[in-house]
């Protein structure tokens, strides 16, 4: 079988929800992280040509509002590509842009495609409000919106209740199943927020992140992260109200992530598809694993997609020495992180080392391939040769990918 290789990686900065990227629709996002992959390979410098390109596959978790019908689709005509490239978007909720690299890996690995641009794209602040129809016609009770925001919307009654609590009162039962406390979750978000601003002040990102022109001329160019707070501390964070328990409650906004709008994106392809884009591949992918659990446990599903992904590639988790967790909930990822440690893991000092989700952001369509692009920079900073990228989906379901640097040290 073909191996399939990593080429390149960007993202928009992370804005957050109601911010400098709410006046941006999510297909024009989309198509921003586009146009600035092709400029960065030489190869397709004057324009993607006829069958350079052999699939699109983007992830979004809402598909409700404005990047409705197939965003992958609508982002690859945005960005002026050839309309004979086809597209196809992917819904596996937090997990949808990892979800879309898998996808495009294997069609690379069976030989069906040697280049593929993947990619993932949220605008959480234009989620749309929804109206269900009505059963039947004209009738005489008031209705109701649906926040398409965030969560469960829309809930069948068949579902058990356990099953459809709140993601945060989710991630208070699994707090409370592993003993992690409040000042844990606050010193944990501290740290996130510290690394994210160093990693941005020693030029970390300055290879990942494509600025976004800002959507009024009285605004100004998205450069960073929004929602990045050096001065963050776990003093300032204990003083946070708790948000989904009045009595006993440990999640606050503060040891959470934030609601974003931002795009990534990708080249995925074969050895052969080095010299389509003109440019070398940076990282390959050798381990993948999807996991699932009860719905209202999802935070900790990645521990076991992680160990799948892992022992897939060969590996033991020994062998890792960077991970990329999207962190959620500060609760669920110090869950996670104690599992993996448990198993083998050096150090939860290797885990988002450059910042996470609590601090940078989660739109979540666009958040896999934040997490593996973040990887394949990191190993290739350091040197070090394997890394896991993982993230936790609402419901009960955990998704990893295993990346090995291809030159390591």
């Known amino acids: ?38 400029r960065r390979a030489p190869g397709l410098e004057a324009g993607a040509a006829e069958g350079d390109i052999d699939e699109v596959v983007f992830g979004n978790a809402n598909g409700a509002g404005e990047e409705n019908r197939n965003v992958a689709r609508m982002a690859t005509l945005l960005a002026g590509l050839p309309t004979s490239i086809p597209g196809t978007t992917v819904n596996r909720l937090c997990g949808s842009s990892l979800d879309a690299a898998i996808s495009a890996s294997r069609q690379i690995e069976v030989g069906e495609a040697d280049l593929v641009l993947v990619g993932g794209v949220e605008s959480m602040s234009r989620a749309p409000w929804v109206l269900p129809k009505t059963e039947r016609p004209f009738p005489m009770a008031n209705l109701e919106l649906a926040n398409t925001t965030l969560g469960w919307r829309l809930v069948n009654p068949a579902m058990p209740a356990e099953w459809t609590v709140s993601l945060g009162e989710a991630t208070e039962r699994l707090r409370e199943k592993h003993g992690i406390s409040r000042a844990a979750q606050d010193e944990f978000a501290a740290r996130s927020h510290r690394l994210a601003a160093r990693a941005w002040d020693e030029g970390r990102y300055d290879n990942l992140v494509v600025p976004v022109a800002a959507a009024t001329k009285r605004g100004s160019d998205v450069v960073r992260d929004e929602t990045v707070r050096p001065d963050s501390t776990p003093e300032t964070l204990a003083g946070l109200r708790t948000v989904f328990r ?14 974003n709008d931002g795009a990534s994106a990708a080249w995925l392809g074969s050895e052969a598809a080095a010299g389509v884009l003109g440019r070398d591949p940076i990282a390959k992918i050798i381990g993948r694993g999807t996991s699932a659990n009860d719905p209202q446990y999802f935070g900790e599903a990645p521990v076991e997609a992680a160990d799948l992904a892992v022992r897939r590639a060969g590996l033991s988790w020994g062998d890792i020495a960077a991970v990329e967790l999207n962190e959620a909930f500060a609760a669920q990822a110090i869950a996670c992180i104690e599992q993996w440690q448990a198993r083998g893991l050096a150090s939860a000092e290797v885990v988002n080392a450059w910042g996470g989700a609590i601090a940078i952001g989660h739109p979540l369509g666009a958040s ?10 990191r190993l290739e900073t350091s040197g070090e040769r394997y890394g896991v990228a993982a993230l936790c989906i609402g419901v009960g379901q955990g998704i990893a990918v295993v990346i090995e640097n291809v030159n390591a040290k």
Do not use: C, W
């Open 1 to 38: 079988m073909a191996q399939a290789y990593m080429y390149d990686a960007v993202r928009t900065p992370f804005g957050k929800i109601g911010g400098s990227l709410s006046g941006h629709r999510p297909d024009d996002l989309a198509a921003h992280v586009v146009k600035e992959l092709v």
């Open 368 to 377: 896999g391939l934040r997490v593996l692009g973040t990887l394949a920079r």
């Open 246 to 259: 009045s009595e006993g409650g440990t999640v606050t906004a503060g040891n959470a992530s934030p609601m």
